[in-house]
């Protein structure tokens, strides 16, 4: 009977040496020989086990246990299969399953140990929480409370009760005002029929509220008192720039509530991309850009690139468009720069204004900045590097500095479904001055001369809706002013004015003279919205803010 080899533990427990073995020569070189391979590829799979184990233990909150679990398998002599003893009995060398059992039961360790780091919850990343660090910018303001009513908790301008002269207390009931008017206004939508838009003729709860509204705004004290004046300009004086004017008596309280309404929705949807990450607090979100002779408060967030963005104020050249971030070095810029007008072809100059053609795939940097620099001011513009399909049209002011920027509009060199422009944009110093119309005219003329219906890509921002639907009510007014037939087309109405039907017939029912009668729609022809409208054209005389047909000089691009 061959010998078997015995394992002295209590020694190596004490000691953490190698245990006194005793074997026989013969039997212990034969099964090292047949054991030999064996044995090495069990060390090394051991090895890498206590390593990933101690990588493991190291980010877990078992850590001490683990570690000396660790030493504990690294500590004791291995056996001639490569495991170490597991108790201070003795082992019989002869029964292989005993180091693979060890294997196994290591390795099952091992996954329960990472299935539990892995179920473990991860820190939540800070833009998704409060940060409870961040202050509102508004002196004397402890963040508390929000415009909208609906947080606790504010860190910007916009939703900051203090700076609109309320408080929390008041943000909450208006909410809760502004919530049941709108579901008022739900139930009252649900209530009409589907074919209610056939039907123009406002309703009789509808004709009572427009003439509620009519006396409110007629009710307004126009002019303010003495009183009222000292109390606004101590306001103004006191807290200059870090409060909001006072509101009160500048307007009636129905357009006061709307506007109220509006600076809430405005705060809600920055509170929205605050807790996406797309805005984080403060940061990454340019408040005021210096163009040219002007200091611009942004409206939106634009993509500039984070080590410009997070320096809150940019700098634009206003002819070549390029950003900056000082001062400094727009004004050593202005020394150098050589451009005093946009790239590409004068297309139409009257005047002052002249409209330049720039082709986004020979001058991709100033279309890119270009579309930035949009951005600051429009919410639904999504374009911002891929300009190469595209013609940009752009408006400029001439004097004896150069053209200087008014607004522009981009049109896509193949439209298959007919859009006239993509996007369009007039600058806020030049806004409520005719320059958005003379945009929005410029493109329908193109569209004249290439012999085609156009219409702008949807969807529209709200500034630019507003800008078209008065442009498409003063080309009806004008096409019924001059027309002296008695049917009207609307088919002709789109030929003669390169206006889509749709936008026609939308314009229409908003006028009120579109109606269904007897299975035909007829077109009205009301002639106080025409003397209303003829009376203002006079009033405004001959003004330059008008495209001039003739002062155009332009071919369409063919093979672009």
């Known amino acids: 009977m061959p010998r078997r080899r015995q394992v002295r533990t209590n020694q190596r427990q004490m000691a953490g040496s190698g245990s006194d073995v005793t074997e026989d020569s013969d039997d212990s070189a034969e099964r ?28 877990s909150q078992d850590t ?63 833009h998704e929480t409060y940060n409870f660090n961040m202050k509102c910018p508004t002196p004397g303001c402890n963040s508390l409370g929000h415009l909208t009513g609906k947080h606790e908790r504010h860190f910007a301008v916009s939703g900051c009760p203090l700076y609109h002269n309320l408080s929390a207390d008041e943000c909450k009931v208006k909410a809760v005002s502004r919530e049941k008017q709108e579901e008022e206004m739900k139930a009252q939508e649900e209530n ?30 126009s002019v303010l008192q003495k009183e009222q004046k000292e109390k606004h300009m101590e306001h103004r004086q006191t807290h200059s720039n870090t409060r909001e004017p006072l509101l009160e008596n500048i307007t009636s309280e ?19 991309l605050r807790i996406q990450g797309q805005i984080t607090e403060g940061s990454n979100m340019i408040k005021t850009i210096l163009f040219g ?61 002249s409209v330049f053609e720039v082709d986004g795939k020979k001058n991709k940097i100033y279309c890119q900045n270009l579309c930035l620099l949009a951005k600051l001011f429009l919410d639904h513009k999504t374009l911002y590097y891929d300009v190469e399909p595209f013609l940009f049209y752009v408006m400029t002011e001439a004097d004896n500095t150069g053209c200087h920027l008014v607004g522009y509009f981009s049109k896509e060199k193949n439209s298959f479904l007919n859009y006239n422009v993509s996007c369009i944009l007039t600058m806020p110093q030049y806004m409520r001055q005719g320059f958005g119309k003379m945009l929005i005219d410029f493109s329908y003329l193109l569209s004249k001369v290439e012999e085609k219906v156009g219409s702008p890509e949807r969807p529209l921002s709200d500034l630019g809706l507003i800008s078209y639907r008065s442009y498409w009510k003063e080309v009806l007014l004008r096409y019924m002013y001059n027309f ?44 106080d919205l025409i003397d209303e409208w003829k009376a203002k ?24």
């Open 32 to 59: 090292e020989q047949t054991n030999s391979s064996e044995s090495d590829g069990n060390l090394r799979k051991r090895q890498r086990l206590t390593r990933a184990s101690t990588r493991l233990s190291q980010s």
């Open 64 to 126: 001490p246990d683990l570690k000396r679990s660790a030493d504990h398998d690294e500590s004791p002599p291995l056996t001639p299969t490569g495991n170490a003893p597991s108790s201070e009995s003795e082992l019989d060398i002869s029964s292989p399953n005993a180091s693979h059992d060890e294997s196994q039961a290591k390795d099952q360790a091992n996954r329960d140990l990472e299935k539990d780091l892995s179920h473990r919850p991860k820190r939540r990343r800070c």
């Open 192 to 221: 009409q029929s589907r074919h209610a838009t056939r039907h123009q003729t406002p309703t009789s709860k509808q004709s009572k509220y427009k003439e509620q509204v009519t006396e409110m705004r007629k009710g307004r004290n």
């Open 254 to 272: 129905y357009d006061l509530e709307l506007f109220r309404k509006a600076q809430a929705r405005a705060s809600e949807d920055l509170e929205k």
């Open 293 to 353: 002779r002007y200091e611009l408060d942004t409206w939106y967030h634009s993509p500039y690139p984070e080590e410009y963005a997070r320096l809150g104020r940019l700098y634009v050249c206003e002819f070549c468009l390029k950003y900056m971030k000082s001062q400094t070095i727009l004004r050593r810029h202005m020394a150098k720069c050589v451009w005093k007008h946009p790239p590409g072809d004068e297309v139409y100059r009257k005047g002052s204004i």
């Open 484 to 527: 002296q037939g008695k049917e009207i087309s609307i088919k002709e109405i789109s030929q003669e004015t390169a206006v889509n039907p749709v936008d026609i017939v939308s314009t229409l029912q908003s006028l009120q003279m579109l109606k269904y009668w007897k299975g035909k729609h007829l077109v009205l022809k009301r002639q």
């Open 537 to 560: 054209e006079i009033k405004r005389g001959n003004s330059n803010k008008a495209i001039d047909p003739t002062s155009l000089k332009w071919t369409p691009p063919k093979g672009t």
